[in-house]
């Protein structure tokens, strides 16, 4: 394999230990970009595919990009597993549910298929729809043909509000005012469909220890959502999501230890209402054109996150500016590296600095 198995649970014991403790001042880093580290050259669309009829023959397309990306990147020792795992755009984070799925050039889409809330009831979760087998015997069959040389990760899925936005469509905002208590029922029916999802995806992806590798190369343990996104509760006011979508919120991640959650700086309002569900404990936070960094929303709202552990990702004309805020905080760097030898040096730093616990 591209990462020994006692390498592979060396790692998992350092996450497990970073998940375990309640210290601060402490980091994870993972490299997840080198430039120049991917093959270069003409890539076949996404669109010029046949789905599902072509699904294996689009899995081994991708194994050799993957394969020359993690190979060129081997001396980094940052806290990544190489793993592969299907993906067909965005569409398959929802498209279980059903529905037509446009496929573009480079990703996908799925069309709104609730649209009349008189067809609510038809609403249903079944094993055998062609985008859930494709998810999850996608993870099936990199574990079965390429297990030997990557770990087979799970995809993830969306959250509550982002699952009902595709479901509904952009009425879904109007529906807020018109429809509340339509939204109610689908906020919950999502709740249950991410569960779905997410749990048929665990029982087919590679143990590592006691836990899994979620959608970014990390390890989280066994009893975790590997992430969520609420990207549409930025649509919402902090009141409507309050009261529409945190009760399913709280509904999704019941019961689990962890559960990772995936905002954009512009949905950064509704951060103290995420936190507010005691079981997400790993906040990722991404930077959007015309917002905040990632790394500046994370300073703005220190204090609901000192309890957490935060996701930021930078390159390296910021890590350096901001050690001042991992000295107190629990962190995940995710880093953009110039090149392999930055990447090397950023992992020295957080390493050193950083991983006594």
């Known amino acids: 394999m591209l990462m020994a198995q006692d390498e592979a649970l060396a790692l998992a014991q350092k996450w497990e230990r970073f998940y375990?403790?309640?210290?601060?001042?402490?980091?994870?880093?993972?490299?997840?970009?080198?430039?120049?580290?991917?093959?270069?050259?003409?890539?076949r669309k996404l669109n010029s595919w046949q789905?599902?009829?072509q699904m294996e023959d689009y899995l081994e397309y991708r194994v050799a990009g993957e394969e020359f990306y993690w190979q060129n990147r081997l001396c980094v020792k940052d806290d990544s597993f190489p793993t592969i795992v299907p993906t067909y755009g965005v569409a398959e984070h929802t498209a279980?549910?059903?529905?037509?799925?446009?496929?573009?050039e480079d990703t996908s889409y799925h069309l709104p298929i609730l649209t009349d809330w008189a067809d609510f009831d038809k609403l249903s979760l079944d094993e055998n729809r062609p985008w859930l087998r494709m998810v999850v015997d996608g993870?099936?069959?990199?574990?079965?043909n390429w297990g030997h040389l990557f770990n087979a990760r799970i995809r993830g899925g969306s959250g509550v509000s982002d699952i009902a936005n595709a479901v509904r469509g952009n009425e879904i905002f109007m529906d807020v005012y018109d429809h509340p208590e339509m939204v109610k029922r689908l906020a919950d029916f999502c709740a249950d469909a991410c569960r779905f999802t997410t749990e048929r995806q665990k029982a087919v992806c590679e143990s590592i220890g006691s836990g899994f590798v979620n959608g970014f190369d990390m390890w989280m343990p066994q009893n975790s959502i590997g992430h969520i996104s609420e990207d549409a509760s930025c649509m919402l006011s902090v009141e409507s999501f309050e009261e529409l979508f945190l009760p399913s919120l709280h509904r999704l991640c019941d019961g689990c230890d962890n559960v990772m959650l995936h905002v954009h700086s512009l949905g950064r309002k509704n951060i103290p209402q995420f936190l507010s569900v005691?079981?997400?404990?790993?906040?990722?936070?991404?930077?959007?054109?015309?917002?905040?960094?990632s790394i500046a929303v994370a300073r703005e709202y220190e204090e609901v996150l000192r309890e957490k552990t935060v996701v930021v990702r930078m390159?390296?004309?910021?890590?350096?500016?901001?050690?001042?805020?991992?000295?107190?905080?629990?962190?995940?760097?995710w880093y953009d590296a110039q090149s392999i030898e930055d990447a090397q040096e950023a992992c020295k730093l957080i390493h050193s600095r950083y991983s006594d616990f």
């Open 20 to 43: 375990n403790t309640k210290k601060q001042g402490i980091a994870m880093i993972q490299v997840r970009s080198v430039a120049g580290a991917r093959k270069a050259g003409p890539v």
């Open 51 to 53: 789905f599902p009829e």
């Open 96 to 104: 279980y549910l059903g529905g037509e799925v446009i496929m573009q």
């Open 139 to 144: 993870i099936a069959y990199y574990r079965k």
């Open 278 to 293: 005691p079981q997400i404990t790993v906040l990722e936070i991404t930077g959007d054109p015309n917002q905040p960094p």
């Open 315 to 333: 390159r390296r004309e910021t890590l350096r500016q901001h050690l001042d805020f991992f000295d107190r905080m629990k962190m995940i760097i």
